[in-house]
């Protein structure tokens, strides 16, 4: 290698000190973009990813069109229903839409709740762990330090460096009296209806806190609910709740979506094998 | 840092920026589309309503709930408008109605003299 190529190497290599100085003259960029990727969280995560060369690593987070609409529609309305076969990926972008929303909206404080307790720590465990390999960059938006994130057996809790968090609540009683300002149902199809209309839900009656001291109700994130599931049956607590979305996604819009999808796009994909369908 | 500016407003898309977005206004046109043409699904969202409603109620009582019972009551105890028990206006009626009464009284009794001088 010759000499010329190590200095330019090194040049590349060259850290830059991010300042306050630096950041203040941007900030009315910052916060075009902000609003921006609030919207467009694919974009986001595209952004995070591409370096000088403008172009996604090879080992990095590719997105398929489904899953860029999944996000956008999980991050632009306040109640989302979601319903998607195995291997959708749908708890992988879910996290993910949590993660974003908590880089995004400073001092958020969201939650994940499932039929167990520690079936909602193992979801999202291993879809943190596999985001943060394939964008390193929401790695280093979480605060490590002692006491902060923490992971046990049946509790984990993220903690970011801009003060939000999301962590998993348990679908009972002991959770009754928590505040949090959003979060996801995995697997609504299994959780018990008393408990999440009476114990989970009001959990979620105070606003965020913004950094200017305000408190903005109609935010998005405010009480915002994803109920994500695979097929379920008819007469279930999940059932009426998918069916008063419907109706809310034609009477208001601007609020509610439901979505679904069928088993063709993961194979499509080459997510869910063909023939794992056929022995089934 | 940004949000210490001031409360970031929203992104505002009037019309669809891609093809991911136009694939999103379409699921909805066409899910509206297919719920109001569909003859059969009215007493489905017939309950669905009334959940909704059920649910907006106990969401409200939740609110109150959450602003808690003393800020109501100090609320109400320093609402002086609404503590007043009688303001000009209520005066104002009821001098009017007053006047109104005597004039009734005097043109009642001048029909009765009146009366007594037919007599």
């Known amino acids: ?280 | 840092m940004c949000e210490k500016e001031g409360f970031i407003p929203r992104f505002y898309i009037d019309s669809p920026n891609d093809k991911v977005d136009r694939c999103l206004q379409d699921m909805q046109k066409y899910t509206r589309t297919l719920v109001m043409e569909e003859m059969n699904l009215g007493n489905l969202i017939e309950n669905a309503v009334k959940q909704i409603q059920v649910d907006k109620e106990k969401e409200a009582l939740r609110d109150a709930d959450a602003a808690g019972d003393d800020d109501a009551f100090e609320t109400e105890l320093f609402d002086e408008e609404s503590n007043a028990f009688l303001n000009d206006e209520d005066f104002v009626q009821l001098k009017e109605y007053i006047d109104e009464g005597a004039q009734d009284d005097e043109e009642f009794l001048e029909s009765l003299i009146d009366d007594e001088d037919m007599l």
């Open chain 1, 1 to 280: 290698m010759a000499l010329a190529d190590l200095l330019e190497l090194s040049n590349k290599q060259k850290k830059i000190g991010l300042s306050e100085e630096r950041l203040k003259p941007i900030i009315p960029y910052l916060r075009q973009y902000v609003a921006f990727w609030r919207e467009y969280p694919d974009l986001f995560i595209d952004f995070l990813q591409t370096g000088e060369s403008g172009e996604i690593p090879e080992d990095g987070l590719h997105f398929y069109f489904y899953q860029r609409v999944f996000l956008r529609a999980a991050i632009r309305y306040k109640y989302v229903y979601m319903v998607f076969p195995r291997a959708y990926s749908k708890s992988f972008l879910s996290v993910l839409v949590l993660m974003i929303r908590c880089i995004l909206y400073p001092r958020a404080k969201l939650f994940v709740t499932s039929g167990g307790k520690e079936q909602a720590a193992g979801i999202i465990k291993e879809k943190v762990d596999e985001l943060c390999n394939l964008v390193p960059a929401l790695d280093r938006e979480l605060d490590h330090r002692p006491g902060k994130t923490r992971i046990s057996k049946d509790y984990c809790i993220y903690m970011f460096k801009n003060g939000s968090y999301f962590d998993n609540i348990a679908a009972r009683e002991t959770s009754r009296g928590k505040r949090r300002h959003g979060g996801l149902v995995e697997e609504c199809v299994g959780v018990d209806g008393t408990i999440l209309s009476e114990v989970i839900i009001p959990t979620m009656n105070v606003a965020r806190l913004c950094m200017d001291g305000t408190m903005q109700p109609e935010e998005t994130l405010n009480k915002s609910q994803i109920f994500v599931t695979t097929a379920g049956w008819k007469g279930t607590f999940a059932y009426d709740k998918l069916i008063q979305f419907l109706v809310w996604m034609i009477t208001e819009p601007e609020k509610a979506l439901v979505l679904g999808g069928t088993w063709r796009i993961p194979v499509l994909m080459k997510l869910l094998d063909r023939s794992f369908l056929q022995d089934l």
